[in-house]
Each structure stands twice: as structure tokens, then as C-alpha cells.
């Protein structure tokens, strides 16, 4: 009988999620650029969790919530909301961790096109 | 650079991300964006530069929006600044506070563009429309120049200037000889003719000069940066004029007008506005009594009771 030893091999490639402003040539640059520092962004959160920096975690997602959805990430703005919400109300480290992982998720996915 | 003559728009929000989006979103607009990433730095830059418009975030550390405008309305040097609040809070308890706090619009972050555009357009039509209405409420029907009510506020903040930067203020009170006499003879509608062209000779001057009416046949005029003995040479000036206008109505007839000057200089101590006008109120006595049709400064009359 074949098995898969390869866990990635079944793997479905991530769905982008696409900016609204894709083709919106007056901020395309700046989608771009919003999306190329993504990476960072998201490390930068993940640091903040695992350090038990809340402080700069609500900040972080008190930013995407606010910025996000200007460059065509609305659902990022949400997830950063909830995110925020769940500082704010000092959720338990694991509801914090989940809401951090909604949002992170989102922005592995953001691309401009 | 900054087009001087276009409306000022400051945005007071602690996203970098939402500065940089709306740098790039209103470039083109005929508007100069200011912005300030703190709430503390907007309140100093709202202070400088007085904008039009402010567009507020609520959420920001150290000093939230509401606190923010609830400062800015309550000086006097910024409380007729409009404010749109652009937020993500979606509680509508919060939208009323805000309007309620003073704001003309609420934005809901994200924001749509188009939308935020037209909103800025409608709150800067606003705020100019507001303008030219308290414009208008402190400006003379019939001369067109300012009232009384704005002198006095004028010439308070002309020597409290005067007193910070340490430059001369003069101030010029002139009265139509014999108006009374003018409006029996020759009707009130000559007399207001009269009062019309004298005030266009008054407000002709120099264009930093500000010409008032301050009632009846009585007009006075502020005039920053300048001394007693250049006012005196200005005023000279609006004498002539009007001594020398032609009435084709009455011909022959002559219409002249009696004037005092004085500066903070020289004016009677202490040194304030009420002295600075009572002062010039005085010299322009003494040009009545001295046969009208002439310019008295208050200097003149300190010497010669010397």
C-alpha cells in the first residue's frame, strides 16, 4: 500500500488573499509595499506573544486594525479587532494566542495581485 | 511646498500606516495635509498652523481623540476648526459622543476613499460657508467696513501683538465735522453717501491698515507696525481726500472730517487699549476744537500743556 510520507505533498497552496485595491494604480506601490513587509510585521507580533509583551501586542494590533483595511485588507482589520478585543478584555494567553493566529494567518496570505 | 492660499487639512492619527496611505490618497487633492502621529503633537500643530480641518483617530495612547477635541474646542484660537473623526470603533455610542464632543463627521475606518474625499470636500465647503457668515456679521452694512465689535477684538489682539514683538501700534479715531448738520440739509440718504465714500478713502489706505466704523458719523483705524508720527502722515493723507472730493450732487459743497492719533508710546498710562483709544479720543477732541478739518496727535497736546 503507497503512503504519503510527505506531509506537504497533500498540502493545498494557501489561498491569496488579494488586495481590493489590486488594481487601483494609485496605491498599487504602496499594497506592494504593505504586503513586502508583511513578513516582518507578523514577526514582529509573534515576538511580542512569546515574550508576554501584551502591551506592544495591542499596539501592533491596534495598528492593523486601523491600517490594514486602507490597503484592501478589510478581514485583517477584523481578525486584528478581535485581536485587540482580546488584550483589552485580558482573555487567557491561549484565546490571545488563537486571536494572534487568526490574524497572522490572514497576513501570510495578503498579496497585492 | 505648501500653496498658501489652499485649505489646510491635519491629520492627527497614531498609525504610520494610515499616514502613509493618506499622503499618497490626497496628493492630488487641492489641499496641504499636515500630519502628527500623537495627540499631543497634533494639539501643539493645531495650534501653530490652524487648519481647516482635522482628521481625529479616536484610539490613541496618552490622549484619545475625545479628549483631544474636547481641548481643542475649549481655547479660543482653535475652537472653530472643524474635526472629522476617522475610527474603526463601530459602537454607535461612540460616534454621538464624538458629534456631540463638537466633531462635524464621523469616518468609519477602513475607510472608502471616494468617500473620505467628498467628506473632506463637504466639511471644508462648511467651514468656509461658517466663515464668511461671522465675516459678515462683523462687517458695517452700510460702509462695509468693520464693526465695532470686531475692533474691539481687533485692537486687543493688535497690542497684545504689539506687546509680545515688541513693535509700535498706532490708532486713528476720525469724525465728520458737522454731520448732523450735512444729514439736516441735505437728506439722510447724501449723508449716507457721504459715510460711504469716506469710508472707501479709509479703507483705500494701506492694506495692513484696519478701518473701522466704530458708529455714526465716527470711524476708527488700527494701523500695526506703525508709529504715531507715520500715522500722522497716513491720516494726513485721508484728510486731504475727503476735503477734496467733489460732491456733483452739491457742488461747491465740502465735506471734511477731524482726526486723532496717538500710539502705545505715547499714549496716557497705563498702557492698554481702553488709554490707547481715550488717548486718540482726546486728540481728536482737541482737532474739533482747534477748528476741525485737521489731524491732532496726542503727543501735541501732552506738549502743549507743558
New interface residues.
Given amino acids: 500500500m503507497e503512503t504519503n510520507l510527505d506531509p506537504n505533498l497533500n498540502k493545498q497552496p494557501p489561498n491569496r488573499l488579494v488586495s481590493t485595491y489590486a488594481n487601483d494604480p ?2 498599487r506601490d ?1 499594497v506592494l509595499e ?1 504586503v513586502r513587509e508583511m513578513p516582518q510585521r507578523v514577526r514582529l507580533a509573534n515576538e511580542a506573544f512569546m515574550r508576554g509583551d501584551l502591551l506592544r501586542l495591542q ?1 501592533w494590533a ?2 492593523m ?7 484592501g485588507f ?1 478581514e485583517i ?1 477584523k481578525k486584528a ?1 478581535n485581536l485587540e478585543t482580546a488584550i483589552t478584555t485580558k482573555q487567557p494567553a491561549e484565546k490571545i494566542f488563537l486571536a494572534l493566529l487568526m490574524v497572522t494567518n490572514l497576513c501570510d496570505r495578503a498579496s497585492a495581485d | 511646498m505648501n500653496d498658501t492660499n489652499l485649505p489646510t487639512i491635519l491629520l492627527v ?6 499616514h ?2 493618506l499622503r ?2 490626497l496628493q492630488n487633492e487641492r489641499f496641504n495635509l499636515h500630519s502628527a502621529t500623537s495627540s499631543v503633537d497634533g494639539l501643539l500643530m493645531a495650534n501653530s498652523i490652524k487648519p481647516d480641518v482635522i482628521l481625529l ?1 479616536i ?1 490613541m ?1 496618552k490622549m484619545d481623540g475625545f479628549e483631544f477635541i474636547t481641548r481643542l474646542k475649549s481655547d479660543p484660537e482653535t475652537q472653530e476648526i472643524s474635526v472629522i473623526f476617522v ?2 470603533a463601530n459602537d454607535p455610542g461612540i460616534r454621538v459622543r464624538g458629534l456631540d464632543l463638537g466633531a462635524v463627521d464621523f469616518i468609519a ?3 472608502d476613499i471616494v468617500e473620505l474625499k467628498a467628506r473632506l470636500r463637504a466639511a471644508l465647503k462648511t467651514q468656509n460657508l461658517i466663515r464668511i457668515l461671522a465675516q459678515k456679521a462683523q462687517i458695517d452694512g452700510l460702509s462695509g467696513l468693520w464693526n465695532r465689535s470686531y475692533f474691539n477684538k481687533r485692537l486687543e489682539s493688535e497690542f497684545e501683538g504689539s506687546g509680545r514683538y515688541k513693535t509700535p501700534l498706532s490708532l486713528v479715531l476720525g469724525d465728520i465735522d458737522f454731520f448732523k448738520l450735512t444729514n439736516d440739509r441735505y437728506g439722510h440718504l447724501f449723508g449716507d453717501m457721504v459715510i460711504e465714500r469716506f469710508s472707501n478713502i479709509l479703507s483705500g489706505g494701506r492694506l495692513c491698515d484696519i478701518a473701522c466704523r466704530w458708529g455714526g458719523e465716527e470711524f476708527a483705524i488700527i494701523l500695526p507696525q506703525t508709529t504715531m508720527f507715520q500715522a500722522f502722515d497716513v491720516t494726513e493723507r485721508f484728510r486731504a481726500q475727503l476735503a477734496n472730493v467733489v460732491w456733483p450732487e452739491h457742488p461747491g459743497l465740502v465735506i471734511t472730517a477731524s482726526f486723532g492719533v496717538c500710539d502705545i508710546e505715547n499714549s496716557e498710562l497705563p498702557p492698554n487699549p481702553t488709554n490707547l483709544f481715550l488717548s486718540a479720543e482726546k486728540a481728536m477732541y482737541r482737532a474739533k476744537e482747534a477748528g476741525k478739518n485737521r489731524v491732532e496727535s496726542f503727543l501735541k497736546i501732552v506738549d502743549a500743556t507743558k
Fill in positions: 494609485e496605491i504602496l504593505f499596539f491596534h495598528q486594525k486601523g491600517g490594514a483595511g486602507g490597503y478589510s482589520s479587532a | 492619527d497614531d498609525s504610520e500606516l494610515i502613509r496611505l499618497v490618497r483617530d484610539d495612547p475610527s474603526s475606518k477602513p475607510f
